[in-house]
């Protein structure tokens, strides 16, 4: 077993995930934590050192199943940039990266596959349209990204989602930036709006956009997208959503933070929209000071910096 991953018997994980282990990322270097499929995935947004694993990918009971370099692949790049990762066990592993050559260089951003031994599937050069803000990894290996949008276009007919097959060809573009006024240019995402997210459920694929607070659901091919506006909970000033996801049920789960620090979210709720009622209530986390990370195994799973990496508990969603 890797010297980076420790299992600790201080931790109590309830239903759906192994009880008595945690999974620690070594010296906390690991600040994005991210689960989804059955998968626990940690990376550094930033690396410049071509031997360190940016990107861990652990099963839901901490092993630890491949570690990914993808500074390797560009021989010519000073530095690497993941915006986000996500996969599916066993077929893929997606990662969102720009590479930076020289300081005075606009970066170039790809999207990389990898399979679960490491080794590169494909790479796919992006055009600052098709810059991707998050992506996921649904059943079939297709690869969706929610595109940052690139400044330029007014009236863009830009793309808002790209679907991808495991193979790195595109599947699907989804409805154009032009029917979004507030991020025809770019996703508007800051402090006092917060932030946006992209995800899949059993039923298909969706995205969410702050300040609009547009909720768009499509089928798993991308077809029939369908938009609500979902609003925010009532909250007091200043907080902002900082996750957002979405349930098999069509519940919306949504953390609110005065920051979107995770070690300043000491004061955050989690709410969940029932998509029955169409009103919000309360979630209560299994943890104090946690940070809401994914839905999986139909559990809201949250982690909590330890100081020397992070703890992994999950809660059932409502019923």
Same mark, same amino acid.
């Given at each position: 077993m890797s010297a980076h991953l420790s299992i600790a018997a201080s931790l109590l994980l309830l239903a759906g995930w192994s009880p008595a282990q945690s999974v620690e990322l070594a010296s906390g270097k690991y600040p994005m934590v991210k689960a989804e499929n059955g998968l626990i995935i940690g990376w550094n947004i930033f690396s410049e050192d071509r031997e360190k694993p940016q990107v861990r990918v652990f099963d839901h009971d901490g092993k630890l199943l491949v570690e990914l370099t993808p500074l390797r692949l560009a021989s010519e790049a000073k530095d690497a940039t993941i915006h986000d990762v996500s996969a599916l066990q066993g077929h893929v592993?997606?990662?969102?990266?720009?590479?930076? %050559?020289? $300081?005075?260089?606009?970066?170039?951003?790809?999207?990389?596959?990898?399979?679960? %031994?490491?080794?590169?599937?494909?790479?796919?050069? *992006?055009?600052?349209?098709?810059?991707?803000r998050y992506l996921t990894v649904d059943a079939d290996s297709n690869i969706w990204t929610l595109t940052g949008g690139s400044g330029e276009k007014e009236g863009s007919a830009d793309p808002m989602m790209v679907g991808y097959r495991p193979s790195g060809d595109v599947l699907k573009e989804v409805l154009k930036r032009s029917e979004f006024p507030s !991020?025809?240019?770019?996703?508007? =995402?800051?402090?006092?709006?917060?932030?946006?997210?992209?995800? !899949?459920?059993?039923?298909?694929?969706?995205?969410?956009?702050?300040?609009?607070?547009?909720?768009?659901?499509?089928?798993?091919?991308?077809?029939?997208?369908?938009?609500?506006?979902?609003?925010?909970?009532? %909250?007091?000033?200043? =907080?902002? $959503?900082? %996750?957002?996801?979405?349930?098999?049920?069509?519940?919306?789960?949504?953390?609110?933070?005065?920051?979107?620090? $995770?070690? !300043?979210?000491?004061?955050?709720?989690?709410?969940?929209?029932?998509?029955?009622?169409?009103?919000?209530?309360?979630?209560?986390?299994?943890?104090?000071?946690? *940070?809401?990370?994914?839905i999986d195994h139909g559990q809201a799973v949250f982690s909590k910096h330890n100081g020397s990496g992070f703890d992994i508990y999950s809660a059932p969603l409502p019923q």
């Open positions: 592993i997606a990662v969102e990266a720009t590479y930076r %050559k020289a $300081p005075n260089k606009v970066p170039d951003a790809s999207l990389l596959g990898f399979d679960f %031994k490491g080794n590169p599937l494909f790479a796919v050069a *992006l055009t600052p349209s098709r810059s991707v !991020h025809e240019l770019g996703i508007q =995402e800051n402090d006092t709006i917060g932030v946006s997210a992209l995800g !899949h459920t059993s039923n298909g694929i969706w995205f969410w956009l702050p300040g609009s607070t547009d909720l768009v659901t499509c089928k798993s091919d991308g077809s029939s997208p369908m938009r609500t506006v979902t609003g925010l909970p009532e %909250k007091s000033a200043g =907080e902002i $959503p900082i %996750k957002v996801l979405l349930s098999d049920a069509g519940d919306l789960l949504v953390q609110m933070s005065g920051s979107q620090n $995770p070690d !300043h979210i000491r004061h955050s709720g989690v709410f969940v929209l029932r998509a029955k009622t169409k009103a919000w209530e309360t979630f209560q986390p299994p943890c104090d000071r946690c *940070l809401l990370i994914g």
